[in-house]
């Protein structure tokens, strides 16, 4: 069978909408490195194919580790539901290539720069970001995208209950 349609099907059994935007932008950056997706099979997928893969969204794309350890995982979940369904026999690749989490650099500002940041006069229309900057910082570094996304339901006794994987 050809990878992008059994992507797609996977794709439109996902039922999270964050989780379907991850898969599709997966499939949109295997789009961009293979040109060939639309003949493209199972099979074609092996060690050196990823490994050029992942070179290439660390490298050439930019990604850092992480990011484009979860393209990889995206691909093997993929591959896994071909398996299940038996739509492909092929060698499975994975196993030879390293998609484990690396520890972000840790980031700094110092306390001066902090402080000017809080106190900065901004726009009106600029306020919003700022201040959600700060309640990020508040939040020992909770991502706007989760903050965005908080349900009431995880507001308990005044405090906000948060736990990424969660999300």
């Not at 909408?17 to 060939?36: G, Q, V």
């Not at 979940?77 to 840790?106: C, H």
């Not at 402080?115 to 970001?129: C, G, I, N």
């Amino acid at each position: 069978r050809y990878v992008l349609p059994v992507y797609n099907e996977h794709i439109a059994l996902t039922k999270k909408p964050n989780t379907t935007d991850s898969y599709r932008a997966s499939l949109k950056s295997i789009k961009e490195f293979e040109p060939d997706i639309d003949t493209m099979r199972f099979k074609d997928i092996n060690v050196a194919w990823l490994r050029k893969y992942q070179n290439w969204l660390t490298e050439d794309r930019g990604m850092e580790t992480n990011g484009a350890n979860v393209y990889l995982r995206n691909l093997r979940t993929v591959f896994n539901y071909a398996i299940t369904n038996k739509y492909t026999f092929a060698d499975y690749p994975f196993k030879k290539i390293d998609m484990s989490t690396t520890e972000p650099d840790k980031r700094f500002i110092e306390w001066d720069k902090f402080l000017e940041w809080l106190t900065y006069p901004v726009a009106d229309q600029r306020v919003f970001y700022r201040d959600l900057f700060m309640l990020s910082f508040y939040l020992c570094g909770i991502r706007p995208i989760d903050l965005l996304n908080v349900k009431k339901s995880q507001v308990v006794d005044g405090r906000l209950e948060y736990w990424p994987e969660k999300l």
